[in-house]
Protein backbone atom coordinates (compact mmCIF):
# COMPACT_ATOMS: atom_id res chain seq x y z
CA UNK A 1 0.00 0.00 0.00
CA UNK A 2 0.95 3.90 -1.12
CA UNK A 3 1.47 5.78 2.30
CA UNK A 4 0.90 9.45 0.76
CA UNK A 5 2.57 11.72 3.09
CA UNK A 6 1.47 14.64 1.19
CA UNK A 7 3.95 17.89 0.02
CA UNK A 8 6.87 17.88 2.41
CA UNK A 9 9.64 20.74 2.62
CA UNK A 10 12.93 19.01 4.45
CA UNK A 11 15.93 20.15 4.00
CA UNK A 12 17.67 16.63 5.35
CA UNK A 13 15.34 13.68 4.45
CA UNK A 14 15.74 10.80 7.00
CA UNK A 15 13.69 8.11 8.10
CA UNK A 16 13.51 7.24 11.61
CA UNK A 17 12.77 3.80 11.75
CA UNK A 18 11.25 3.46 15.24
CA UNK A 19 8.47 2.17 17.56
CA UNK A 20 6.72 4.72 19.95
CA UNK A 21 4.70 4.40 23.30
CA UNK A 22 3.11 7.33 24.36
CA UNK A 23 2.38 8.18 28.16
CA UNK A 24 0.37 11.25 29.25
CA UNK A 25 1.52 12.23 32.78
CA UNK A 26 -1.15 12.61 35.02
CA UNK A 27 -2.32 16.23 35.63
CA UNK A 28 -1.27 17.13 32.06
CA UNK A 29 -3.47 16.01 29.45
CA UNK A 30 -1.75 18.35 26.63
CA UNK A 31 1.84 17.27 27.80
CA UNK A 32 2.70 13.88 25.90
CA UNK A 33 6.36 12.23 26.64
CA UNK A 34 7.54 10.01 23.67
CA UNK A 35 9.88 6.83 24.19
CA UNK A 36 11.65 6.32 21.18
CA UNK A 37 13.60 2.81 20.21
CA UNK A 38 14.70 1.98 17.14
CA UNK A 39 17.27 3.29 14.14
CA UNK A 40 17.42 6.60 12.62
CA UNK A 41 19.07 6.95 9.87
CA UNK A 42 20.31 10.23 7.42
CA UNK A 43 19.46 9.49 4.00
CA UNK A 44 20.96 12.76 2.36
CA UNK A 45 23.26 15.38 4.47
CA UNK A 46 23.27 18.43 2.22
CA UNK A 47 20.62 21.15 2.28
CA UNK A 48 18.85 20.51 -1.11
CA UNK A 49 15.16 20.80 -0.95
CA UNK A 50 13.50 17.88 -0.87
CA UNK A 51 9.75 17.20 -0.84
CA UNK A 52 6.54 14.77 -1.86
CA UNK A 53 7.99 12.32 0.13
CA UNK A 54 6.07 8.40 -0.50
CA UNK A 55 7.26 4.76 1.22
CA UNK A 56 6.78 1.46 0.72
CA UNK A 57 8.39 -1.03 2.98
CA UNK A 58 12.04 -0.64 2.66
CA UNK A 59 11.80 1.79 -0.04
CA UNK A 60 11.46 6.01 -0.38
CA UNK A 61 10.79 8.25 -2.81
CA UNK A 62 11.10 11.88 -3.21
CA UNK A 63 11.61 14.80 -5.73
CA UNK A 64 14.43 17.01 -5.15
CA UNK A 65 14.78 20.71 -6.72
CA UNK A 66 17.66 21.77 -8.27
CA UNK A 67 19.27 25.24 -8.24
CA UNK A 68 15.12 26.09 -8.52
CA UNK A 69 11.61 24.41 -7.76
CA UNK A 70 11.65 24.39 -11.73
CA UNK A 71 14.36 21.65 -12.05
CA UNK A 72 13.09 18.65 -10.82
CA UNK A 73 14.36 15.01 -10.07
CA UNK A 74 13.08 12.10 -8.42
CA UNK A 75 14.60 9.77 -6.31
CA UNK A 76 14.27 6.21 -5.20
CA UNK A 77 16.00 4.80 -1.96
CA UNK A 78 16.15 0.94 -0.89
CA UNK A 79 16.82 1.27 2.66
CA UNK A 80 17.96 -2.52 2.66
CA UNK A 81 20.60 -2.15 -0.12
CA UNK A 82 21.39 1.53 0.99
CA UNK A 83 21.17 2.37 -2.67
CA UNK A 84 20.14 5.91 -4.12
CA UNK A 85 18.76 5.81 -7.63
CA UNK A 86 17.92 8.75 -10.28
CA UNK A 87 14.51 7.74 -11.40
CA UNK A 88 13.52 11.06 -13.38
CA UNK A 89 15.08 14.40 -14.38
CA UNK A 90 13.53 17.09 -16.23
CA UNK A 91 14.11 21.03 -16.95
CA UNK A 92 10.21 21.51 -15.95
CA UNK A 93 8.58 19.53 -12.97
CA UNK A 94 8.47 16.24 -11.59
CA UNK A 95 5.40 16.56 -8.88
CA UNK A 96 4.02 14.02 -6.91
CA UNK A 97 5.70 10.81 -6.97
CA UNK A 98 3.67 7.40 -5.92
CA UNK A 99 5.43 3.83 -4.69
CA UNK A 100 4.04 0.70 -4.22
CA UNK A 101 6.04 -2.16 -4.57
CA UNK A 102 8.16 -1.94 -7.64
CA UNK A 103 6.50 0.73 -9.50
CA UNK A 104 6.76 4.55 -9.34
CA UNK A 105 4.40 6.72 -10.94
CA UNK A 106 4.51 10.73 -11.49
CA UNK A 107 3.23 13.68 -12.65
CA UNK A 108 5.94 14.93 -15.48
CA UNK A 109 5.86 18.02 -17.58
CA UNK A 110 8.32 17.57 -20.52
CA UNK A 111 8.17 21.13 -21.93
CA UNK A 112 6.81 24.60 -20.60
CA UNK A 113 3.97 24.62 -22.21
CA UNK A 114 2.87 20.91 -22.74
CA UNK A 115 0.33 19.45 -20.15
CA UNK A 116 1.52 17.85 -17.19
CA UNK A 117 1.41 13.47 -18.00
CA UNK A 118 1.30 10.71 -15.60
CA UNK A 119 4.77 8.67 -16.29
CA UNK A 120 5.26 5.19 -14.32
CA UNK A 121 9.07 3.38 -13.66
CA UNK A 122 8.92 -0.18 -13.63
CA UNK A 123 11.97 -0.84 -11.02
CA UNK A 124 13.00 -4.36 -12.24
CA UNK A 125 12.94 -4.22 -15.88
CA UNK A 126 13.98 -0.25 -15.69
CA UNK A 127 11.16 0.92 -18.32
CA UNK A 128 9.60 4.28 -18.22
CA UNK A 129 6.59 5.17 -19.82
CA UNK A 130 3.33 7.01 -19.88
CA UNK A 131 -0.16 5.92 -18.31
CA UNK A 132 -2.63 8.06 -20.33
CA UNK A 133 -1.05 9.88 -23.58
CA UNK A 134 -4.11 11.95 -23.70
CA UNK A 135 -3.01 15.56 -23.88
CA UNK A 136 -4.76 16.72 -20.60
CA UNK A 137 -3.25 17.90 -17.59
CA UNK A 138 -2.89 14.77 -15.17
CA UNK A 139 -1.42 14.71 -11.67
CA UNK A 140 -1.48 12.99 -7.85
CA UNK A 141 -0.89 9.59 -8.98
CA UNK A 142 -1.26 6.50 -6.69
CA UNK A 143 -0.61 2.96 -7.51
CA UNK A 144 -2.04 -0.61 -5.81
CA UNK A 145 -3.18 -4.17 -7.51
CA UNK A 146 -2.21 -3.26 -10.99
CA UNK A 147 -4.56 -0.06 -11.12
CA UNK A 148 -3.26 3.29 -11.13
CA UNK A 149 -5.63 6.44 -10.42
CA UNK A 150 -4.69 10.14 -10.93
CA UNK A 151 -6.52 13.60 -11.23
CA UNK A 152 -7.53 14.59 -14.53
CA UNK A 153 -8.20 17.64 -16.12
CA UNK A 154 -9.39 15.92 -20.10
CA UNK A 155 -13.68 16.69 -19.05
CA UNK A 156 -13.06 19.79 -17.82
CA UNK A 157 -10.59 21.30 -15.06
CA UNK A 158 -8.73 19.41 -12.53
CA UNK A 159 -11.34 17.81 -10.56
CA UNK A 160 -12.09 14.28 -12.25
CA UNK A 161 -10.35 11.24 -11.07
CA UNK A 162 -9.16 8.81 -13.69
CA UNK A 163 -8.28 4.94 -13.19
CA UNK A 164 -6.02 2.76 -15.73
CA UNK A 165 -6.30 -0.88 -15.03
CA UNK A 166 -2.18 -1.46 -16.47
CA UNK A 167 -2.85 -5.69 -17.17
CA UNK A 168 -5.28 -4.59 -19.32
CA UNK A 169 -4.28 -1.08 -20.61
CA UNK A 170 -7.45 0.19 -20.54
CA UNK A 171 -7.94 4.10 -19.01
CA UNK A 172 -11.50 5.30 -17.90
CA UNK A 173 -13.29 8.11 -15.75
CA UNK A 174 -13.61 6.77 -12.48
CA UNK A 175 -15.38 9.77 -10.93
CA UNK A 176 -16.22 13.23 -12.61
CA UNK A 177 -17.19 15.97 -10.80
CA UNK A 178 -18.11 19.52 -11.04
CA UNK A 179 -16.32 21.10 -7.90
CA UNK A 180 -12.78 20.93 -6.92
CA UNK A 181 -12.84 19.04 -3.76
CA UNK A 182 -10.84 16.22 -5.48
CA UNK A 183 -6.98 16.44 -4.31
CA UNK A 184 -5.20 13.34 -3.80
CA UNK A 185 -6.84 10.06 -5.18
CA UNK A 186 -5.37 6.97 -3.31
CA UNK A 187 -6.06 3.44 -3.79
CA UNK A 188 -5.46 0.44 -1.83
CA UNK A 189 -7.14 -3.18 -1.83
CA UNK A 190 -9.46 -2.18 -4.21
CA UNK A 191 -10.71 1.11 -2.89
CA UNK A 192 -10.21 4.28 -3.81
Not at 20 to 42: H, K, N, S
Not at 94 to 101: E, K
Not at 132 to 137: E, G, H, I, K, Q
Amino acid sequence: MSAKLGRLSVYSLFLAIFVCALAAPAGAAETLDYIVAGDLRFITDDNMARWNLDIDGGKLIWVEGKNSQTQQTIYYYNLLSGKKLLVTKTQYSDVDPALSGNYVLWGERSSYQSPSQINGYFMITRQKGTIDPYPANQGSPDYAGGYAVWLDSRYGGFINIMMKDTKTGKSYLFHQSGTSDKLSPTISGGYV
